[in-house]
Antibody
Framework: EVQLVESGGGLVQPGESLRLSCAASGITFSNAWMYWVRQAPGKGLEWICRIKRKTDGGTTDYAAPVKGRFTVSRDDSKSTLYLQMDSVETEDTAVYYC??????????WGQGTMVAVSS | DIVMTQTPLSSPVTLGQPASISCRSSQSLVNSDGNTYLSWLHQRPGQPPRLLIYKISNRFSGVPDRFSGSGAGTDFTLKISRVEAEDVGIYYCMQGSQIPFTFGPGTKVDIK
């Protein structure tokens, strides 16, 4: 089955760390540019970061609110995307989606994993 | 960052009637490669977004032909020729021409 499945969400306290995973199946993961997008409760969509495929350098880009705190990585041998979230803040509370890039758009989305940051 | 705006933010529609959503960007979305990376997504409650339209006017696989996209530069439109019950939800435009990618605030479409 062609799908992206996120995991790793949960309740954390401000300042703590969390690692999200996104397992891909049914696609050639190593060929994909992959993204994380989040959605705070009742709010719109916010692009967080991108990681290119290794043949395009495997480089990363981040949105300003998470730069320096979040790190995106990939393990093509496991068809898995990761998001390491450090020094989390209450504003990071959201559903986190992984998505596959497609011509400047996102053609595949996971179901999302919820991250709640609260003391 | 490119700011995306949408109008209207809420759109009550009648089944079988057309609907239209406008999206405007704070600067041109024409990329250095000549492409314009403007897409439209639809999100139902409790569901992830799904891609409808990419590069202004290209319908994604499986998207009904009642959905169409148009526009250029900074002004774009999504049209639904005849709204069906399954079309309710929130529609977002998104620009993928410049990092950071940015989304419009969303337009909520529901049935009158």
């Amino acid at each position: 089955e062609v799908q992206l499945v996120e995991s790793g969400g949960g309740l954390v306290q401000p300042g703590e760390s969390l690692r999200l995973s996104c397992a891909a199946s049914g696609i050639t993961f190593s060929n994909a540019w992959m993204y994380w997008v989040r959605q705070a409760p009742g709010k719109g969509l916010e692009w967080i970061c991108r990681i290119k495929r290794k043949t395009d350098g495997g480089t990363t880009d981040y949105a300003a609110p998470v730069k320096g705190r979040f790190t995106v990585s990939r393990d093509d041998s496991k068809s898995t995307l990761y998001l390491q979230m450090d020094s989390v803040e209450t504003e990071d509370t959201a559903v986190y989606y992984c998505a596959r890039g497609y011509g400047g758009a996102f053609d595949m989305w996971g179901q999302g994993t919820m991250v709640a940051v609260s003391s | 960052d490119i700011v995306m705006t949408q109008t209207p933010l809420s759109s009550p529609v009648t089944l079988g009637q057309p609907a239209s959503i406008s999206c405007r960007s704070s600067q041109s979305l024409v990329n250095s490669d000549g492409n314009t990376y403007l897409s439209w997504l639809h999100q139902r409650p409790g569901q992830p977004p799904r891609l409808l339209i990419y590069k202004i006017s290209n319908r994604f696989s499986g998207v009904p032909d009642r959905f169409s996209g148009s526009g250029a530069g900074t002004d774009f439109t999504l049209k639904i020729s005849r709204v069906e019950a399954e079309d309710v939800g929130i529609y977002y435009c998104m620009q993928g021409s410049q990092i950071p990618f940015t989304f419009g605030p969303g337009t909520k479409v529901d049935i009158k």
